[in-house]
């Protein structure tokens, strides 16, 4: 039988049911292991991995090698990204998830600053460097896994499943930590269980590999193979031929990222250090959020087909800049103002994450855009995300709760200029 007719039959057997479950089940499980660590970063590791001593430095101590990921990211966008052009998405993902399945499970076997000092913040640095690594290799592949295989009407929708396990993986994760201060001692926690979350991770990641191993490679980069498009190195075709839709598009998607980590890494650490909840109803606000985070996400993937992504992400943007005002009042008004924020500011990650990868991998063409999305989407995360929760923590102790409002405001003001400086055949194709 000719190798056509082989690519033919897999890729009959390979339903759009398969495809988007492929693309899903990869990002929660690699947004669960990234979830797992933000939690225990924010209640765990400060008395695990530092000594005893002031509890504010030991906490800003953890939020430091939580960002050491987001610095890890673009390189991951870089390497898996090369291959994810040259060689093909499935291969490159199928990496990728190893890559952060392994960090993560390491993780759970690390041993604490008890045992072995300064050695121990060293090498979870090195296992949260190996997370980015592979989420940084993940995010791009996935997203081009659904929108390479959808109708161009379709886009929207296809490119909104593999952002739907950002969400999953979060409900996963604050799940797994409350059954956890449900059922064990805060001994028992301390002592072991906090290696749980990391080592069972190890289960997800066999099914992520059974499912990714199913599919075949896209249409579209079938089509590039085909017709000898690939180019040699795709990293400087994105810096030399598409610079400015790198820089607007890292930009545009930088509050997408400060928003989803103060309304959950940097609000799990505020309501417990500042608001005295306990880490049970703290966990149970953000599963709440959660929700509303997953809700939204496939309405704004429909709604971004038929008004345009550019249009959604403005209005989406400017509502976010409306929204920064009330979150000072709603940090101070206890469990039910943290209820609210963690609902309304994670309802609002919904309507924007849904369809920004879609809108990031739309301007680049299929030679490069593994590299391009990738590398876009992971300077967001820079920018964004890999200092929120420490610049947040920095600005209550320093400044009062009205500045993490103003931080967010300005925020919104620089994303909402890049994406009026896209046009719409850039991001809404």
Request: proline content about 4%; aromatic content about 16%.
């Amino acid at each position: 039988m000719s190798t056509v007719t082989i690519e033919r039959n897999i890729d009959h057997q390979n339903s759009i049911t398969q495809i988007l479950l492929a693309s899903m089940i990869g990002t929660t499980i690699e947004f669960f292991d990234f979830y797992v660590f933000a939690t225990a970063a924010a209640l765990l590791f400060p008395v695990l991995f530092f000594p005893k001593g002031d509890p504010t430095v030991a906490l800003l101590s953890s939020f430091a090698i939580f960002s050491a990921a987001f610095f890890a990211r673009p390189l991951g966008s870089i390497i898996f990204g090369h291959y994810g052009d040259k060689l093909g998405r499935k291969v490159t993902l199928v990496a990728a998830l190893l890559t952060m399945g392994i960090s993560t499970v390491l993780i759970g076997f690390l041993p604490t600053y008890e045992t072995i000092g300064w050695y121990a913040p060293l090498l979870l640095t090195l296992c949260r460097f190996g997370q980015g690594l592979g989420l940084g290799g993940e995010w791009g592949g996935a997203v081009l896994l659904a929108t390479e295989n959808a109708p161009r009407e379709k886009r929207g929708w296809y490119a909104m499943f593999p952002q739907l396990g950002a969400p999953a993986g979060l409900i996963l994760s604050a799940g797994t930590f409350w059954f956890m201060w449900n059922f064990l001692s805060e001994s028992q926690r301390f002592e072991w269980g906090w290696r749980i979350p990391f080592i069972a991770s190890i289960i997800l990641v066999i099914i992520g590999l059974w499912v990714r191993l199913s599919i075949s490679e896209t249409p579209e980069f079938k089509k590039a193979v085909e017709h000898a498009e690939r180019v040699k190195v795709p990293l400087i075709d994105v810096f030399v031929k598409y610079p400015r839709a790198l820089f607007l598009g890292s930009f545009a998607g930088m509050t997408t990222f400060v928003l989803f980590y103060l309304c959950s890494a940097y609000l799990l650490s505020y309501s417990t250090h500042h608001l005295n909840l306990t880490f049970g109803q703290a966990l149970e606000i953000q599963m709440v959020g959660a929700v509303f985070f997953g809700l939204l996400i496939p309405f704004s993937g429909k709604i971004s087909d038929r008004i345009g992504r550019r249009t959604l992400m403005i209005w989406v943007t400017i509502f976010i800049g409306l929204f920064s005002f009330s979150m000072p009042y709603l940090l101070d008004a206890g469990v039910f103002g943290s209820f609210i924020l963690s609902a309304v500011g994670l309802g609002l990650m919904g309507l924007t994450y849904g369809p920004i990868g879609a809108a990031l991998a739309s301007p680049f063409p299929t030679t490069i855009r593994y590299t391009g999305a990738s590398m876009t989407f992971n300077l967001a995360g820079i920018v964004g995300a890999s200092f929120a929760p420490y610049i947040a923590e920095t600005l209550v102790q320093n400044f009062g709760t009205a500045y993490i409002g103003y931080y967010l405001l300005l925020c919104s003001f620089i994303s909402l200029t890049c994406f009026v400086g896209f046009t719409d055949k850039e991001i809404s194709r």
